[in-house]
């Protein structure tokens, strides 16, 4: 018997098992295989049961590159290795390469802000795109977003967040909306009284919430982990390691948070993860490792982002270094067992500070009313290798 002549329900079992890089291969041998992978209770089963198979991206020179990442020390030193980047290009059929300033994921959703502040939300496992009208005040103020979805039975209602907070304000000025994929449309979230500020250090996204490091307006040393519900589209407070207020959020496997916290007197570095997630509970913490930074040739280091390999006790850190500002990723072990500096080219154009995340492919399709535009990828996530066997 061949796999296609099994019971649908049983077939529909075993692909819901299959790692989706391996699965994205069959969708050209079968209609039947290619339907259902289209479909949306399928997809989210998929979701829920297939292994995670996590990429590393990397946004750098306005540009999505895959990146590859070697560390095993028995063998070789760590290295990296740039794959060509991602092919985005603009809406209306434009042939011109978008300039992505800022990104943020959401299990095998990209949300991209350009240099122009236009939206486009971006699955580059599949090749779609889907770009936002701008709300009215889009344009007026400089806006922060999150990616997030609320469960509805089957699927995932995709939404986005923005926001925008007055800094220097006393009177506390913060502006809401959503936008719903749906409805393609946004409307404006009335009913929230913010106390504090959300950091602009960045933005994870974890079982369809957002999170952030935040401060009491007050006492802006008191700090705290701040979620959003986009299910009840409501804020939360959830607690953080006890450490002093310097820290960025990044995720583990997409199963855990895990924090960087710097020291500067002395200059060390610490890196904590979460061991639980309750609903109402407060989180529990464990400090994974700590570094002695005085190990790197940089004074005082900056890390815009980070990636955390908990199980290595490793963690990779794109970031300036020098006064010439030169563009290094810092590869670091735990108890300073080592600690590599790799530099990469520099574009002709300046571009904001580099960011590195893990990407889960997925097949996860953009809900929309208006015209989709595939985009044809440079790297589509199949060596050439293996397309020669197809």
Not at 43 to 49: G, L, N, P, Q, W
Not at 125 to 138: C, D, P, V
Not at 221 to 248: A, C, G, K, Q
Not at 314 to 342: A, F, L, Q, R
Request: hydrophobic content about 35%; overall charge neutral; some cysteine.
């Amino acid at each position: 018997m061949m796999i296609s002549d099994l019971p649908h329900h049983l077939l529909e079992e075993i692909l819901s098992r299959v790692p989706a890089t391996t699965l994205i291969r069959l969708r050209p041998t079968c209609k039947q295989w290619n339907a259902l992978l289209k479909d949306q209770i399928f997809t989210e089963k998929h979701h829920r049961k297939a292994p995670k198979q996590p990429l590393f991206l990397m946004l750098k020179e306005f540009r999505i590159c895959p990146v590859s990442v070697e560390i095993d020390l028995s063998v070789t030193a760590p290295s990296i290795e740039f794959k060509d980047a991602l092919d985005l290009k603009g809406s209306h059929s434009s042939s011109q390469q978008v300039n992505i300033v800022e990104v943020i994921h959401c299990e095998g959703l990209l949300l991209c802000i350009t240099k122009y502040n236009k939206l486009v939300v971006w699955n580059p496992f599949l090749g779609e795109t889907k770009w936002i009208q701008s709300s009215s005040r889009h344009y007026k103020k400089r806006s922060s977003f999150a990616l997030g979805y609320r469960t509805n039975k089957s699927c995932r209602d995709y939404k986005i967040l923005r926001y925008w907070q007055s800094y220097r304000s006393k009177d506390q000025v913060v502006e809401f909306e959503i936008y719903e994929f749906r409805s393609d449309s946004w409307r404006f979230l009335d009913g929230i009284s913010l106390d504090y500020y959300i950091h602009g250090s960045g933005c994870v996204s974890l079982q369809g919430n957002t999170y952030w490091v935040a401060s009491d307006r007050k006492d802006e040393i008191s700090i705290f982990l701040l979620s959003f519900d986009f299910s009840t589209e409501r804020f939360r407070r959830l607690n953080l390691p006890p450490v002093p207020p310097t820290m960025m959020l990044s995720l583990v496997r997409e199963e855990q948070i895990s924090v960087l916290h710097m020291k500067y007197f002395p200059l060390k570095m610490e890196l904590w993860v979460t061991s639980n997630f309750g609903t109402e509970a407060a989180l529990s913490w464990s400090k994974s490792f700590e570094v002695d930074l005085h190990v790197l040739e940089e004074r005082y280091p900056f890390f815009p982002t980070f990636l955390l390999d908990e199980d290595k006790k490793v963690v990779v850190c794109p970031g300036p270094s020098g006064w010439n500002m030169k563009n290094v990723v810092y590869i670091i072990g735990e108890d300073d067992e080592y600690h590599t500096e790799i530099p990469y080219e520099n574009s002709t154009q300046k571009s904001w500070w580099p960011r590195i995340f893990n990407y889960i492919p997925s097949f996860v399709q953009i809900q929309q009313r208006t015209q989709t535009q595939n985009t044809r990828m440079k790297y589509d996530f199949i060596s050439p290798e293996e397309k020669k066997t197809q």
